[in-house]
């Protein structure tokens, strides 16, 4: 049974930071992909960034040279470092992984999710 668990959201001032974590367990495939999604109220949900076990990172457009996704995949987990972050990234954010290799457009693969953790930016 895979379980994907967040933490680190929060309330924060545009241009400040935030960092989250995905703590997954139950996956013993190393062919994986994990990435970030997010949805804002309102507004269809979003990929945000992705990697898989060759670090080959992939991020939407609004947040390239800003956010930043790393795994710790010894220890199972997914990181997402927010730098200079704006309103517009007020969000719910949801860590997701599926079985197999990152591609170019990975979001529709995603097939497990966590519960979120909310961000807000003021």
């Known amino acids: 049974h895979v379980q994907l668990v967040e933490s680190g959201g929060g309330s924060v001032q545009a241009g400040e930071s935030l960092s989250l974590s995905c703590v997954v367990s139950?996956?013993?495939?190393?062919?994986?992909?994990m990435g970030w999604f997010r949805q804002a109220p309102g507004k269809d949900r979003e990929g945000v960034a992705a990697?898989?076990?060759?670090?080959?990172?992939t991020y939407t457009d609004s947040v390239q040279g800003r956010f930043t996704i790393s795994s710790g995949w010894t220890n199972h987990t997914l990181y997402l470092q927010m730098n200079d972050l704006k309103p517009e990234d007020t969000a719910m954010y949801y860590c997701?992984?599926?079985?197999?290799?990152?591609?170019?457009?990975?979001?529709?693969?995603?097939?497990?999710w966590g519960q979120g953790t909310q961000v807000t930016v003021s």
């Open positions: 997701a992984a599926y079985r197999g290799w990152c591609t170019r457009d990975p979001w529709a693969s995603f097939t497990h």
């Open positions: 139950g996956y013993i495939y190393s062919k994986v992909c």
């Open positions: 990697i898989d076990v060759f670090n080959k990172p």
